[in-house]
């Protein structure tokens, strides 16, 4: 049974950075590619970024482009996210998960997910 784990999240000051690592064991199918939602409270999950299996190909949400950056070595099951200049409307529950498409950002093309990891950013 696949199983991601996040970690890294935490409380930043507005315009600080922070890491996000997700890590996958048990993987039980091929070639898939990464990605991070986020949900808010009382807001639907929003997909924030992913990176294809090989990291050739990596797309992100308009709201965080030039802002975060997503990574992964090359057919590994290990993705990160540096999140800098980081805004309060950035605080969410971060979510990692895996999907065998790629440029989907539908969280239904998304199969396996972990529980999140909470950013919060102070004003």
């Known amino acids: 049974q696949a199983q991601l784990v996040e970690s890294g999240g935490g409380l930043v000051q507005a315009g600080g950075s922070l890491r996000l690592t997700c890590a996958l064991s048990g993987r039980t199918y091929g070639y898939y590619a990464m990605g991070w939602f986020r949900q808010a409270p009382g807001k639907e999950r929003e997909f924030v970024a992913a990176v294809s299996w090989r990291a050739a190909i990596k797309y992100y949400a308009d709201s965080v482009k030039g802002r975060f950056t997503i990574s992964r070595d090359a057919g590994k099951d290990t993705a990160y996210l540096q999140m800098a200049s980081l805004k309060p409307e950035d605080t969410a529950v971060y979510y990692c998960?895996?999907?065998?498409?790629?440029?989907?950002?539908?969280?239904?093309?998304?199969?396996?997910w972990g529980q999140g990891t909470q950013v919060t950013v102070s004003s």
């Open positions: 998960a895996t999907t065998p498409y790629n440029n989907d950002r539908t969280p239904a093309a998304f199969d396996h």
